[in-house]
């Protein structure tokens, strides 16, 4: 009960994940449900769905094992691919007789390689690469996915500050649809296979993903004032629609003044990238 999300985004991958764990006797807490790490192969993000959060924890933990293992130097993608389901059936096989529903993204941005790569993975056997740039997992891609596929989806990948931007948007709009299942914090990261000064998988702070996903409402405001007027269909009220068009161009500025901060190192997400 989660949303997890992966975006291809320029030079890298942005991934985000709720907080929200709901128990089997309906108590609520919060967890981190996503990693990134930096192996000697490049950087890796990985976020979770799961019925058992804890269960999701140790696969995970294999993972990242196994991807710190690799050679950088004889490190490909079809490796990458072949030990992931290796650690999949392995996790699988012997642990549980009521084995509980696993979905994992994985994305990967190796040294020196310019494709970034995200998996959808669910054991025992399932790895399949993502190909269009976007791929959401958790029920909140029932809210999530029509969204994408309607507003944000393009030929060519967003920039990271515009896919932050497009996440905050989601993550409100699941929290506000099905808060039994997505709720809690927002955690993000921004991963690059770029040297220099891009050697830290980059965590977003809360607070910053918080104050977007707050933009969220303001939008919706003026998306539904707009669109209410428009169907009206009367003469009469172009001034109202000339107004209503200028609400939303004023949210398109609030976007694009966000600033997202990283938790190390020092760095913020901009409009124009990072400084």
């Known amino acids: 009960m989660t949303l997890a999300i992966g975006m291809i985004c320029q030079g890298g991958l942005v991934f985000a994940a709720d907080?929200?764990?709901?128990?089997?006797?309906?108590?609520?807490?919060?967890?981190?449900?996503l990693l990134s790490f930096r192996a000697n192969a490049g950087m890796f993000a990985i976020a979770q769905s799961a019925e058992d959060a804890n269960a999701?924890?140790?696969?995970?933990?294999?993972?990242?094992?196994?991807?710190?293992?690799?050679?950088?130097?004889t490190c490909t993608f079809a490796i990458l691919e072949a030990a992931i389901e290796t650690q999949l059936q392995s996790w699988y096989v012997p642990v549980y007789d009521n084995r509980p529903r696993v979905q994992l993204l994985i994305g990967i941005c190796l040294n020196g390689n310019e494709d970034r790569r995200i998996y959808f993975c669910e054991p025992p056997n399932t790895v399949t690469r993502v190909l269009g740039g976007y791929q959401a997992i958790g029920d909140g891609w029932l809210v999530s996915d029509p969204i994408y596929n309607h507003w944000f989806k393009q030929e060519m990948p967003s920039s990271p500050h515009a896919c932050l931007c497009q996440i905050s948007y989601l993550m409100y709009k699941a929290k506000q649809v099905k808060p039994t299942a997505v709720g809690g914090h927002t955690d993000a990261v921004l991963?690059?296979?770029?040297?220099?000064?891009?050697?830290?998988?980059?965590?977003?702070?809360?607070?910053?993903?918080?104050?977007?996903?707050?933009?969220?409402?303001?939008?919706?405001?003026?998306?539904?004032?707009?669109?209410?007027?428009?169907m009206a269909g009367s003469l009469e009220g172009q001034k109202d629609i000339l107004q209503a068009a200028?609400?939303?161009?004023?949210?398109?500025?609030?976007?694009?003044?966000?600033?997202?901060?990283?938790?190390?190192p020092e760095k913020t997400i901009r409009r124009k990238f990072c400084t």
Request: with cysteine; proline share 2%; net charge negative.
């Open 19 to 33: 907080t929200r764990v709901v128990f089997a006797d309906d108590s609520v807490s919060d967890m981190q449900k």
């Open 56 to 73: 999701a924890d140790s696969l995970i933990r294999n993972l990242e094992y196994t991807f710190r293992d690799q050679d950088p130097e």
């Open 191 to 230: 991963i690059t296979g770029e040297s220099g000064d891009f050697d830290f998988p980059y965590y977003i702070e809360r607070v910053s993903m918080a104050v977007a996903e707050s933009h969220g409402m303001a939008l919706d405001r003026h998306l539904n004032k707009l669109a209410g007027l428009v």
């Open 246 to 264: 200028e609400s939303i161009y004023s949210s398109s500025m609030s976007y694009a003044a966000l600033e997202f901060r990283c938790q190390f």
